[in-house]
């Protein structure tokens, strides 16, 4: 995405989980104190003029709303601009709303983001340079180009290829069949279709539902562990003790296998049921991780891991590979078809 003036190319996280887009920034009177150490691009140096938003200004009043507890930190900090903090699974930014362009196409409007001085942990390197909040905040992206009329609908989609493919839309209407829609329900600012029971091969592995929630911003699903430990003790029963567990360094449970088709035999679709009998298909390949060490590795971890994780399922990136999943805001509704390699559905009409 081009933001600035002149426009620059940044990359941005596509992050339906958080409200605020915000990029790495060299802020004019904070410097840039814990930002990536050799960045994709430049960071992000915007004059102070784009940063003379105050504590009550609509937009700062907004993101307060958006980001839980209040966050009071505005009234307290200084230089006197609108100061936020927000919490990731795997860290935290800290930052000052800012007003600059952003181009999409040929149309630049001025859209209120983050400068984000400060990241914790602190990166050497990171693929992004920034994030996309596409949650639903009244801060989102989406949002403020539905107030700018570069769109009409309120309506997002993705679809995240296996390898590295795939495509983002906004405002855009799916003419597809076997599109499963759901109910959307609120829990918190987060998408979610209600509560969910996981079930592997068929079976039922936890007795009581919880509430399911989509994160395109977190690589891998989390489950509370009250579901994680009974779920991994099926998944080696299925396997069977002639395939012993290997030391992966970037997952926690690993096996080796001769070839893909072994692991496809081995390991059993997976699925979550939600309520009036809709239900989200795993395939095993959608649940499962090939690393670096020639391994397969569960890409489904314990919710302990993250904070409120053992309060809901969180569905990230590796659920949703060559899938199609839509948030339609227009009509309080969740979507989600397979499509492998993300192939971009054609025609489709852009309302």
């Known amino acids: 995405m081009k933001i600035g003036n002149p426009p620059m190319p940044y990359f941005l996280d596509i992050d339906t989980g958080s409200n605020l ?9 904070l410097g840039c104190q814990h930002c990536t150490q050799h960045p994709k691009h430049p960071h992000y140096s915007p004059q102070l003029i784009n940063l003379k938003v ?5 937009y700062c009043d907004a993101l307060r709303k958006d980001l839980a507890g209040g966050n009071p930190i505005c009234q307290h900090k200084k230089p006197h601009q609108c100061h936020y903090n927000i919490q990731y699974v795997d860290g935290t930014s800290d930052g000052v709303v800012s007003f600059d362009m952003i181009s999409l196409g040929e149309n ?47 309506i997002i989609g993705h679809c995240l290829g296996k390898d590295g ?3 983002l839309s906004f405002g855009e209407q799916f003419h597809l069949g076997g599109i499963t829609w759901a109910p959307m329900r609120k829990y918190e ?12 091969n068929g079976q039922q592995i936890y007795k009581h539902g919880v509430n399911a929630v989509f994160d395109s911003g977190s690589t891998y699903t989390y489950i509370p562990a009250r579901i994680y430990n009974p779920f991994v003790l099926k998944v080696q029963d299925m396997i069977g003790s002639s395939h012993r567990e290997v030391h992966d360094d970037d997952l926690p449970h690993c096996w080796k296998f001769k070839s ?19 239900a989200m298909h795993i395939p095993a390949m959608n649940y499962l991780i090939h690393t670096r060490s020639n391994n397969w590795c569960l890409a489904i971890l314990n919710g302990t891991q993250i904070p409120d994780g053992d309060r809901r399922i969180l569905i990230g990136d590796a659920t949703m590979r060559d899938m199609l999943v839509i948030y339609d805001n227009q009509h309080g509704r969740l979507g989600w078809v397979h499509q492998p390699q993300c192939t971009r559905p054609h025609p489709a009409s852009r309302l």
Not at 260 to 278: D, G, T
């Open 21 to 29: 887009t915000w990029l790495e920034c060299k802020h004019p009177q």
């Open 189 to 200: 600012l987060f998408y979610s279709p209600g509560q969910a029971s996981l079930h592997l």
């Open 108 to 154: 630049g409007k001025s859209i209120a983001f983050g400068c984000g001085y400060s990241q914790q942990p602190q990166k050497e390197t990171s693929p992004v340079d920034g994030v996309l909040g596409l949650g639903m905040g009244t801060v989102g992206f989406v949002p403020q180009l539905m107030l700018h009329k570069m769109i009409t609908k309120n």
């Open 260 to 278: 893909i088709h072994e692991v496809q035999r081995l390991f059993k679709p997976l699925s979550l049921q939600f309520h009036n009998k809709i």
């Open 165 to 167: 493919g795939g495509y």
């Open 54 to 58: 105050e504590c009550n200004n609509k």
